[in-house]
């Protein structure tokens, strides 16, 4: 065949370059491999193998990736042939050499093609790996039986049980990698195909023909089971909860025990076990909400094509904890910040906290020492709002009073050039009233981080009545750069997250007054999946932050019950770890927590004279089911009232500000897998014997029974 004869079968093609026959594939935007990628692969190998022509063939992706993974759409529908780990035995029989030409992010079943192929070149900062346990499944074509042969069991378990990928670099030293090539930023796609090609004819010319991974050993030593013992219990506690890592390790140990063949079968079965299990199904709902949230909806997206507001510079008002990690977020991706505080002395203090912060970094081989002077020199403190004039932006971090923001909003209008964006990241006020102290509430917005602002995922960007689609859109755009999950919300108390978590914490505060204990209540919010319990989290963050405005919130009026229990401990001083006691003790060295029986007496003392009967005989499936079905329904209200616009956006930000346990997709796809009827009968039982103020089933629940929706997908 000549190159003129090219054989298209879209998305793949074929194309002869001398004695080499080059698959490209072309399948935007990540080169996933959908059910046409595989045929179009079946397709060109056969005519490449049929093609006397052809002396070796080169695998090779057009875009900005090499192949990142299987189509991860195509789970949950009806599989149709070929299946990958058939196409994927056609290249490692292939009786000619075959090389792949690595670039981008080889995840997967990407890094599964790339195995079967029998070299591989790769330009120098490829990322390679097998993220299927993020996804709650395993490899399934192959990975857990080929990648022990090149690269060894310790790294195959590492790569696999962990799903992190390295770089081609790092691959290379373990011989997954054949060749490296330098990135050349002027045209790296085509030099890396010319580099493959003149590989393929260097393998060619040195005669070295065809190297299966398939047929490689394994090299393993006596000490091999107790390797696989270590990894599963380090396992058990890395991801607590989580099926598919398990069944990964019990998939490499039968590359170890079975021929190559049988082990491959084992492992395509424990693959459909896990793609069939509900907890890929939520992690799949999660990858996907994630995504989602980054796409505004229709209602915040009315004007197609608005152009983006420049952010170049940007200022953060306060730097305590707060405002000093969202300065580090900005200088993390380059920008400069102005970080303003009111006095010298407290600037001194927030930017040298900042720098033991970027030290921790540092230390933990997170950025290097270049980097770490380049980030700070990049926040420049002041205490002196004229030196705000240029910003584009400005996020305040200050006190969470109104008239504190307000006085602050009034003062940034004066002095920011008009268009600058003006973004408050306050956890509970109106922003609606902060946005009327100026005379710009079209550019007022809240971006609502959390703490530590540089390392959660998580931002809530809060449009307020009258901020624009240009500044929305700005910001949200802004928070992708960060690095951060985005979700759009609207204004309400505590917005989504937090509105949500005071009913999660509503619960929990009752359930002390009822007689259960807090290690009862953390221990069993952690078994069911939780990272902390609420209590722990509450010591670690200050039971004093939220205790001002629960003293403000009207509910107080109505429910002298409503978080009495961590009024309570502020009022005895236990502020939680700052003060060395809270709802529990701290160890002053350890910093660990210690159960504080004396903690149970203030709160029989208070249920007495509250007239809340206590029970000794609380349930774990009680303190979860109260703590979660509360959130269940609260977000239900929520999707009502458009304060989120849809359930999986709810579910990012749980994922990624709350520690809501991965595997169960978060609390809107939760609800579906215990099932609807169930949540609304819970609901009313907790109506009947607690406190119906709160316990009101969600009209949407409601609705949902009768139509046999999902909440997950409103
Ligand atoms: N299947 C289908 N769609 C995918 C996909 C996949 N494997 N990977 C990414 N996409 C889609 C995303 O949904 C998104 O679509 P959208 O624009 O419509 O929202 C688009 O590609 C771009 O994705 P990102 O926004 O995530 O782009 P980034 O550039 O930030 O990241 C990436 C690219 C690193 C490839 C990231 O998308 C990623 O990690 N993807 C998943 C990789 C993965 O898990 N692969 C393994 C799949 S399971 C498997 O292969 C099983 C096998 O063993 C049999």
């Not at 990958?84 to 690595?102: G, H, N």
Request: with cysteine; glycine share 8%; aromatic share 6%.
């Amino acid at each position: 065949m000549n190159p003129s004869q090219s054989n298209k079968i879209a998305p793949v093609t074929l194309l002869n370059r001398g004695s080499i026959a080059v698959i490209s594939i072309e399948n935007a935007p990540v080169n996933a491999l959908s059910h046409a990628v595989r045929e179009g692969i079946v397709s060109c190998l056969k005519a490449a193998e049929k093609d006397n022509g052809v002396k070796a063939i080169v695998v090779s992706c057009v875009g900005s990736t090499f192949i990142a993974g299987a189509d991860i759409s195509e789970f949950g529908q009806p599989a149709l042939e070929p299946h990958l780990p058939d196409v994927l035995a056609q290249l490692d029989r292939c009786s000619k050499p075959i090389i792949a030409a690595l670039f981008g992010t080889v995840l997967g079943g990407g890094f599964e093609v790339a195995l079967s192929c029998h070299y591989r070149v790769a330009l120098t900062h490829t990322k390679l790996g097998l993220p299927e346990v993020t996804l709650g499944l395993i490899p399934g074509a192959g990975g857990t039986q080929l990648l022990p042969r090149l690269a060894g069991l310790e790294m195959a378990l590492e790569m696999i049980t962990l799903g992190k990928p390295h770089t081609a670099k790092k691959l290379f030293d373990h011989g997954v990698i054949d060749l490296l090539v330098e990135e050349d930023s002027s045209l790296a796609e085509g030099s890396l195909l010319k580099q493959a090609i003149l590989f393929a004819y260097t393998i060619l010319d040195t005669g070295q023909g065809v190297r299966r991974v398939s047929q490689m050993n394994i090299e393993t030593s006596d000490s091999h089971v107790e390797l696989f013992d270590q990894w599963r219990k380090k396992i058990a506690k890395k991801a607590r909860g989580q099926k598919a890592p398990q069944c990964a390790i019990d998939a490499i140990e039968n590359a170890v025990l079975l021929p190559f063949e049988e082990g491959k079968k084992c492992e395509r079965d424990l693959f459909i076990k896990c793609r069939d299990s509900s907890q890929s199904t939520a992690m799949r709902h999660a990858f996907f909400a994630e995504r989602r949230a980054a796409k505004l909806p229709e209602c915040y997206d009315k004007t197609q094509n608005t152009p983006l507001l420049p952010i170049k510079q940007v200022a953060v008002i306060g730097a305590g904890t707060m405002g000093g990690g969202i300065a580090m977020c900005f200088a993390n991706v380059g920008l400069s910040v102005k970080l303003l505080e009111m006095s010298e002395d407290n600037l001194a203090r927030g930017l040298s906290a900042i720098r033991t912060r970027f030290d921790q970094a540092l230390s933990r081989g997170l950025i290097n020492e270049v980097q770490l002077e380049q980030r700070m020199s990049l926040i420049v403190g002041t205490c002196d709002y004229e030196d705000l004039a240029d910003v584009d932006l400005v996020v305040e971090a200050a006190f969470e009073t109104m008239a504190v923001k307000q006085q602050i909003f009034s003062t940034l209008d004066q002095v920011c050039k008009v268009d600058a964006i003006l973004a408050t990241n306050t956890s509970y006020l109106d922003i609606d009233e902060i946005a009327q102290s100026t005379s710009r509430s079209h550019k007022v917005l809240g971006m609502h981080f959390f703490t530590p602002a540089n390392i959660m995922k998580l931002l809530e960007v809060v449009c307020a009545d009258d901020t624009d689609e240009q500044t929305l859109k700005t910001v949200m755009a802004l928070g992708k750069k960060l690095g951060k999950v985005s979700v759009a919300v609207g204004v309400c108390y505590g917005f989504v997250g937090n509105r949500m978590y005071s009913c999660y914490g509503r619960e929990a505060n009752m359930l002390l007054l009822e007689g259960a204990s807090p290690d009862q209540i953390d221990t069993a919010m952690r078994n069911w999946g939780m990272a902390m319990g609420p209590l722990a989290v509450n010591d670690m963050s200050g039971i004093d932050i939220a205790y001002k405005a629960r003293q403000e919130n009207a509910i107080l009026k109505q429910d002298p019950l409503y978080f009495r229990a961590s009024d309570l401990m502020v009022e005895a001083g236990r502020l939680g770890q700052k003060t060395g006691m809270g709802f529990y003790r701290y160890d002053s060295d350890t910093k660990k927590p210690q159960i504080d029986e004396s903690v149970l007496v203030v709160f029989a003392k208070e249920a007495l004279k509250l007239g809340v009967l206590q029970r000794h005989n609380i349930s774990q499936e009680e303190i979860q089911n109260r703590l979660v079905f509360a959130l269940i329904n609260e977000g239900a209200r929520i999707l009502s009232e458009g304060i989120a616009t849809r359930a999986s956006d709810i579910d990012a930000i749980w994922l990624n500000g709350y520690g809501f346990p991965r595997h169960l997709g978060g609390p809107m796809c939760y609800a579906d897998e215990v099932g609807i009827d169930k949540v609304v009968a819970g609901i009313k039982v907790y109506q009947e014997q607690g406190n119906g103020l709160y316990w009101h089933t969600a009209e949407l629940l409601e609705r949902l029974i009768i139509s046999r929706g999902k909440l997950s997908q409103q």
